[in-house]
């Protein structure tokens, strides 16, 4: 449960945060999604702890929220061209 109780304290925290950086308001169709999808993530993490699966199924479990929230994440930046163009090469 404590492992669980971290994930989802740590997601609020980065929730919180996010709206600091710089790009957060210029990314805004970046951030306020995925704002949500943490606190959704954390809810669910804390929601697999209080369900205390057994320790090998507890960690797929953890594995597979943190995918699914490096996905969304990963996939809303790509979509935006959040990260543009290479930077030019020096000669």
Excluded: N
């Amino acid at each position: 449960m404590a492992a669980c109780g971290c994930r989802g304290a740590r997601s609020a925290r980065t929730i919180v945060t996010e709206q600091s950086l710089v790009d957060a308001e210029r990314l805004f169709s970046v951030y306020r999604p995925l704002s949500i999808v943490l606190g959704i993530g954390a809810v669910a993490a804390l929601v697999v702890g209080w369900a205390r699966p057994a320790p090998w199924l507890l960690a797929v479990l953890l594995v597979a929220v943190l995918s699914v929230l490096w996905a969304f994440a990963v996939l809303r930046f790509l979509s935006a061209d959040a990260w543009g163009d290479a930077p030019a090469a020096v000669d």
